[in-house]
């Protein structure tokens, strides 16, 4: 079995369809929320995610700030230019899709949420002290978290030692069973770690072993696209360099 994870699309349909085809052919694909703001393509992306194989998709933050289920105050004014730039862009029929999103979903072992098990929509997931206070909110073995764009494993070490943070190789095969663990597979559309390149996880629940993959992508494709709807400027010059 092949499971694609992936998270924060951010409506970047250049990024999200080279992910997709440099994953080729798999059983499942888990999303972990904010597939819209900020990128040009909104409906394109939803429509998209919509005909992929074994889906599973939660609710992130800039998903439900589309939908007017957020104060947006609590955005800077770029993400709140780009969010109600998104209310006014997206179809009756995808906005009630995102409304049907959940905020959790528990799969085979694994539990998905956006930001934290501990508070889904909003918490970032950056730290082994943060990590650590969230493994007593699930209850699974793994968690799977997207929000800060940034890959990251965190485990649980051996009594007395908390968490212990990995940075992940791409390419290089990692065992996340059997120890409690955060999962981060990084952003598809914009990404935060200083690589411009698109970032998931190809996972293989049946050798409880994942891969973390960069592509690169027509990251000028998706900036046209944005000063063409009127976007930010600065939320298009960040897709450079993965800001
Ligand atoms: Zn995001």
Not at 59 to 82: E, I, M, P, Q, V
Not at 223 to 241: N, V
Request: proline share 9%.
């Amino acid at each position: 079995m092949r499971y694609l994870i992936l998270s924060d699309i951010h409506a970047n349909l250049a990024a999200f369809e080279a992910v997709l085809a440099a994953a080729g052919v798999v059983d499942a694909v888990w999303c972990l929320g904010d597939t819209v703001g900020y990128g040009p393509q909104p409906n394109e992306c939803i429509e998209r995610l919509q005909g992929l194989p074994g889906l599973v998709c939660v609710a992130g933050n800039h998903d439900w700030a589309a939908l007017g289920k957020l104060d947006l105050s609590a955005f800077n004014r770029d993400a709140r230019t780009a969010a109600e730039w998104t209310a006014r862009t997206l179809t009756p029929a995808n906005r009630a899709w995102l409304e049907g999103l959940p905020e959790r979903v528990e799969r085979e072992g694994f539990t998905l949420v956006h930001g934290s098990p501990r508070f889904p929509i909003w918490e970032y997931v950056l730290t082994p002290a943060v990590a650590y206070e969230n493994l007593a909110y699930f209850d699974t073995l793994t968690c799977l978290v997207g929000h800060s764009h940034i890959p990251a494993i965190f485990q649980e070490g051996r009594a007395g030692q908390g968490v212990i943070q990995f940075v992940p190789v791409p390419g290089e095969p990692f065992r996340y069973r059997p120890v409690r663990s955060i999962i981060n597979p990084g952003g598809v559309g914009q990404p935060r770690d200083g690589d411009p390149r698109a970032s998931f996880i190809l996972l293989d629940p049946d050798a409880g072993t994942l891969v973390y993959h960069r592509v690169p992508y027509p990251v000028e494709e998706t900036q046209a696209r944005m000063r063409a709807a009127g976007l930010p400027p600065r939320l298009a010059a960040r897709l450079s360099y993965g800001l």
